[in-house]
């Protein structure tokens, strides 16, 4: 089946201690994009890669840090979580970095840091 | 800045009644994206409009995009239970490049009562 895959769904953590959020799609997709939602701001951009070792800044990146070694996986890394980093995160991929075709998002992951 | 504003923010509308969500974003864009989210669920893809005066339709659901008057609706026909989500409109700010570098709405929570 073709999908996006994120773990973990849910996550609770102290501030300051390190962890990543992984991402996975099984569907050659050239791009991919990490966004975080938030009531009442909708879905913001954090980071994006048009292709594999390309990655680049979206909207709202301070904080975070992806990588993308391997076509299929574009983890988020948090160094040093704080609270105001609790959100919803989804990852989603698209065949082409423009064109037609629309996002694939993942389940979500929701991040509590205290 | 670009900005994507929908609204309403919430609609609570009967089954069987007929209304429209729109969508205002303040620069030039030549594509626009609608996407349905489900309560604790994922995002999934809608319609994809890619050209001024652009109509899509699916089931009760109808998007059309006027790239002069950057808007876009969509419009629900006889809405039925199964309707009630969050709907979201996203623009693609790089008119004319090369990036799939969405803006969001902040969303439009539908409730559709028997």
């Known amino acids: 089946e073709a999908q996006v895959t994120q773990n973990p769904r849910y996550l609770i953590t102290v501030t300051g201690k390190k962890l990543t959020v992984t991402c996975s799609q099984n569907?050659?997709?050239?791009?991919m994009s990490w966004y975080r939602q938030d009531p009442g701001l909708g879905l913001r951009q954090i980071y994006y890669s048009m292709n594999v070792e390309v990655t680049d800044k979206g909207d709202v990146p301070e904080g975070y840090k992806v990588s993308r070694k391997e076509k299929r996986n574009f983890p988020l890394i948090l160094e040093s979580p704080s609270p105001n980093q609790t959100s919803l995160y989804f990852c989603?991929?698209?065949?082409?970095?423009?064109?037609?075709?629309?996002?694939?998002f993942g389940n979500g992951t929701r991040l509590t840091v205290t | 800045e670009l900005k994507v504003e929908q609204n309403p923010l919430f609609l609570s509308m009967q089954e069987g009644k007929n209304y429209t969500i729109y969508c205002n974003y303040s620069?030039?864009?030549?594509?626009l994206y609608w996407y349905r989210q489900d309560p604790g669920k994922s995002l999934e893809s809608l319609f994809v409009l890619l050209s001024n005066g652009a109509v899509k339709q699916e089931g009760r659901l109808m998007a059309s995009l006027d790239t002069k008057a950057r808007l876009s609706t969509l419009h629900i026909t006889a809405a039925v239970h199964d309707l009630s989500a969050t709907y979201f409109c996203a623009v693609d700010m790089e008119y004319g490049g090369a990036t799939n570098k969405l803006i969001f709405g902040t969303g439009t929570l539908l409730a559709v009562q028997p």
């Open positions: 989603a991929s698209s065949l082409m970095a423009r064109g037609n075709s629309p996002l694939h």
């Open positions: 569907m050659n997709h050239e791009y």
């Open positions: 620069t030039t864009s030549d594509r």
